[in-house]
Every structure is written in structure tokens, then in C-alpha cells.
């Protein structure tokens, strides 16, 4: 059997539960950092087997890694991509009409990603002489230049695979599928367990753990705006999944009063990019801390992702009831948030 590579990508942080979800559905030997950048990461499995890499929940793209090669940094570099590029065989335009380049650059270069793009996409028309269609291609050609080498793919997925269905309801400050797949996965869910994201936005992590889990644990999603609950619902229909997860309208410092116990809180509250904002939300960090003491049983986990990591571990130790168990950091639209994981003490 012939082995492949297939490079994947993700949210930087979160290379680990990709190399996990993967080794769970194919047998695979992972590089969690191709070329050394994080939120790329390069498996190496049978050829046949690919249709399971597009069933993950953890990554956005997929593509066909077809070779690489060394390129110069002045504008030498583009002879040498168009004939890098030229000599490469590349099986799914033979049968294709049209196809696209595009093209990243990473370093320094003499040369634009745009210039990357014609010198490549020129090699491909002389040599399989397909047309070139930027926005209605059958096949789209991955050519990186990343210092001083050019690998080069073709895109699997035309969508990101993080477009799992169509969302009625876009919540303004909605994080992306795969981060709340990270998440769910970090809050170590088991059969029978009741889980709950007390400030649910758009749904998507509610949505997530419906998808992934079904009816195996009990979801619950609440919010104190009745406009995202109302498209958080909205969003749970049209996923068809509106009757595994039960929505209330709740403030997050008050989930004590709503329930007596819940397993598993896994939430993303406001982050408080603006100036001055988290000196509003820190006391809403606080009291939520607190209810979410009064719900957990010993040993239960809240999962929660923040920008203001130091300031909140502050509030956790103060909180006394949690120990931190785990905490990493993502890169999530040019941010930096942290996830932490705590354990009700
Ligand atoms: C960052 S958004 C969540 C986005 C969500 N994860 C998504 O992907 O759509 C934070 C949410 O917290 C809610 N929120 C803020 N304060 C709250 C409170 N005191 N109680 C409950 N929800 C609150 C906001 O209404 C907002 O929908």
C-alpha cells in the first residue's frame, strides 16, 4: 500500500488533539509542526484512507503534500519555482479544466505571494495546459515559500472543513468548531455526563458536543442575551440537533440557581479585547468562578478560554475552590487566549 502525506492545519495550540484525533481514525505517523510552524501538522498515511481526514473535527484543510524543493530568496527564486513547479507531477490536473494557485510566503523574498502565484501558475498551463480561474477552479495548487524552501500541495477542501453546516446566526465574537473541539476533548467527557456552556454566544460549543457526542451526555446552553440564545438555537435547528441541547435564557453568575449539579462546564466568555472592558468583566469572571463552584462535584472540570490569563489565574487562585490542571495557549484569529482546564477541588 502506498503511504501519502497530507498536510493539515489548525489553530496553533492545538497540533496535539489533531495528532489524536487522527491516530484515533487511521493509522498515521504525525509531525506536529511541518517546517517547523505550528498549526501545521504533516501525517503520513495510507493513500486510500484520506476520505478519514476529512471527517476530522480538529483542522480546517487538508491537503495533498506533493514535494518540496529549495528556492532562492532573490528574484532567482521565481525561475526556480516555475521549474520546481513544472517538473512536478501532479495526477488530479490531468483531468480537470481549471485550476488556481495560491500562494503563501513566509520570510524574506524579493518576490511577492502574487509572484509566486503567476510563476507557478504558468509552469501548470505549459505544462498540462489547463485554464487558469481564480474564482471558479476545479483544482486548487498549494505552492508555499517558506525561506528558502517551496513545497508544494493540492487542496483537498474547497471549503474549511469547520463549515459543518450552514449557520443562520453568526454571533459577532463566535469562536471557530475545532477550538471548541479542542476544548470539549480537554473536558474529558464520559457517558452520562451533563454538560453545560453557561455563556453559549452562538451556540458553537454546544453545537460541537451535540454533533460529537449526541445524546451519550446531556447538553445544556444558557446566555443572558435573548438575541444569541435566540441564534443559538437557530444555529442547533439547522444543524438538526435542537432537541439534544436544552437552552435557557441565564445569567452565568446564577447557574447555581438553575442546577444542582453539572459534570462538565465548558464555556468562552467575553474576552474583553477593548481597553478597559476587563475591568467590567472581571467581577462577572469572578461570580461566575463561584457558582461554578457551587455546580461541579469534586473532580468536575471546567474548560475556558480567556485573554486575560494572568488576571484569571489570579481570580482562581483567590476562588479557592479549583486547581488549575492544565493550561496551554491557541492562536485564534491573531489573539492569543489561553484554555484552562480546572478541577473542582
Ligand atoms: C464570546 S461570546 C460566546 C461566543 C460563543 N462561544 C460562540 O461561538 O458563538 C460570550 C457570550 O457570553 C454572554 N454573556 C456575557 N455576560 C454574560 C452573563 N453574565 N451571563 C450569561 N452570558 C453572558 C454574551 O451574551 C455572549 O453571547
Not at 493539515?8 to 495528532?19: A, M, Q, R
Not at 517538473?87 to 494557485?101: C, K, N, T, W, Y
Not at 502565484?117 to 505544462?127: H, M
Not at 453539572?262 to 469572578?286: C, H, M, Q, S
Request: proline share 4%; charged share 25%; glycine share 6%.
Amino acid at each position: 500500500m502506498r503511504i501519502q502525506r497530507f498536510l493539515l492545519t489548525t489553530n496553533p495550540g492545538i497540533e496535539d488533539i489533531v495528532e489524536q484525533e487522527v491516530t484515533e481514525r487511521v493509522e498515521a505517523k504525525v509531525q506536529k509542526a511541518f517546517m517547523n510552524l505550528q498549526g501545521r501538522v504533516l501525517v503520513e498515511i495510507e493513500e486510500d484512507r484520506y476520505p478519514e481526514l476529512l471527517k476530522l473535527r480538529s483542522v480546517y484543510y487538508v491537503i495533498r503534500y506533493l514535494g518540496e524543493f529549495e528556492v532562492s530568496t532573490s528574484e532567482k527564486g521565481l525561475e526556480m519555482i516555475y521549474e520546481g513547479v513544472r517538473h512536478m507531477d501532479i495526477p488530479e490536473l490531468q483531468g480537470a479544466q481549471s485550476f488556481r494557485v495560491t500562494a503563501t510566503r513566509i520570510g524574506v523574498h524579493s518576490y511577492t505571494s502574487i509572484d509566486i502565484q503567476k510563476a507557478a501558475g504558468q509552469a501548470l498551463v505549459d505544462r498540462y495546459h489547463k485554464r487558469v480561474d481564480l474564482k471558479g477552479y476545479e483544482i486548487e495548487i498549494i505552492v508555499d515559500v517558506i525561506g528558502k524552501r517551496c513545497w508544494i500541495g493540492v487542496n483537498l477542501t474547497r471549503d474549511s472543513l469547520h463549515k459543518r453546516f450552514e449557520r443562520p446566526f453568526q454571533h459577532i465574537a463566535a469562536i471557530k468548531p475545532p477550538l471548541a473541539y479542542a476544548m470539549l476533548r480537554l473536558a474529558d467527557l464520559r457517558p452520562g455526563h451533563v454538560l453545560l456552556d453557561p455563556m453559549c454566544g452562538g451556540g458553537t460549543i454546544p453545537i460541537e458536543a451535540a454533533q460529537v457526542y449526541g445524546s451519550l451526555i446531556k447538553i445544556f446552553a444558557s446566555d443572558n442575551n435573548s438575541r444569541a440564545l435566540e441564534g443559538a438555537m437557530k444555529n442547533a435547528e439547522a444543524a438538526g440537533l435542537k432537541d439534544i441541547i436544552r437552552f435557557l435564557l441565564l445569567d452565568a453568575r446564577n447557574i447555581d440557581k438553575a442546577f444542582q449539579r453539572v459534570d462538565r462546564i465548558v464555556t468562552n466568555p467575553p474576552f474583553g479585547v477593548r481597553i478597559g472592558e476587563w475591568e467590567t468583566l472581571k467581577p462577572l469572571y469572578a461570580s461566575f468562578l463561584e457558582a461554578a463552584s457551587r455546580v461541579l462535584p469534586e473532580g468536575g472540570l471546567l474548560v475556558i478560554i480567556t485573554l486575560r490569563a494572568t488576571s484569571f489565574r489570579d481570580l482562581v487562585f483567590k476562588n479557592r475552590r479549583f486547581t488549575i490542571a492544565h493550561e496551554r495557549v491557541v492562536e485564534a484569529g491573531g489573539l492569543y487566549p489561553h484554555i484552562f482546564v480546572l478541577q473542582r477541588i
